[in-house]
T-cell receptor, first 109, second 115 residues
Framework: KQEVTQIPAALSVPEGENLVLNCSFT??????LQWFRQDPGKGLTSLLL?????REQTSGRLNASLDKSSGRSTLYIAASQPGDSATYLC????????FGKGTKLSVKP | GAGVSQSPRYKVAKRGQDVALRCDPI?????LFWYQQALGQGPEFLTY????????KSGLPSDRFFAERPEGSVSTLKIQRTQQEDSAVYLC?????????????FGPGTRLTVL
């Protein structure tokens, strides 16, 4: 059964730092991996989708990579801003759709 | 166009009551998903529709949970005889094609509190 783990569970950084969020999965036979952000009391907002044939995707200050052989994906946030504060979730797509528990990010002004 | 919408946004039910949660997916999206999210946890998959067909209901926690999408657009998640452990946020997502081979787009969720 696919399991998705996100490390760290929480992260607090000063504004302007570059940071990396990690997502690991146990079964490399995934179709794609999607990163979301979730603001308190809100639904999920899609950030990046990486298909299994791709290695990375970029959108603005965000870059997500996928390494199926090692079962890992990373989300890189450049020049973090207070508005980036949210919980970041990764979701693996296989036969089932499995989410990690998220990384709660706080960016201090 | 409009995104995924859900109603009600908040629902308080007394234990034992039945509730119905509605999801309006993005127009033209084939796939519709329901998730349950407990506080501090990631969403847990409940069920999946491709058009009007419920292809996967393996995540439904008990036979008190029932979902339908009769015309392949709007979906309703019904919970009968609610219990306190049903308290959670219920999220609906839609996707243009089958399963989640395309991006999933989520609604704002319905926060259910069972007293």
């Amino acid at each position: 059964k696919q399991e998705v783990t996100q490390i760290p569970a929480a992260l607090s950084v000063p504004e302007g730092e570059n940071l990396v969020l990690n997502c690991s999965f146990t079964d490399s036979a995934i179709y794609n991996l999607q990163w979301f952000r979730q603001d308190p009391g809100k639904g999920l907002t899609s950030l990046l989708l990486i298909q299994s044939s791709q290695r990375e995707q970029t959108s603005g200050r965000l870059n997500a990579s996928l390494d199926k052989s090692s079962g890992r994906s990373t989300l890189y946030i450049a020049a973090s801003q207070p508005g980036d504060s949210a919980t970041y979730l990764c979701r693996g797509s296989q036969g089932n759709l499995i989410f990690g528990k998220g990384t709660k990010l706080s960016v201090k002004p | 166009g409009a995104g995924v919408s859900q109603s009600p946004r908040y629902k308080v039910a007394k234990r034992g009551q039945d509730v119905a949660l509605r999801c309006d997916p993005i127009s033209g999206h084939v796939s519709l998903f329901w998730y349950q999210q407990a506080l501090g946890q990631g969403p847990e998959f409940l069920t999946y529709f491709q058009n009007e067909a419920q292809l996967d209901k393996s995540g439904l926690p008990s036979d008190r949970f029932f979902a339908e999408r009769p015309e392949g657009s709007v979906s309703t998640l019904k919970i009968q005889r609610t219990q306190q452990e049903d308290s959670a946020v219920y999220l609906c997502a839609s996707s243009l094609a089958a399963r989640a081979y395309n991006e999933q787009f989520f609604g704002p969720g319905t926060r259910l509190t069972v007293l």
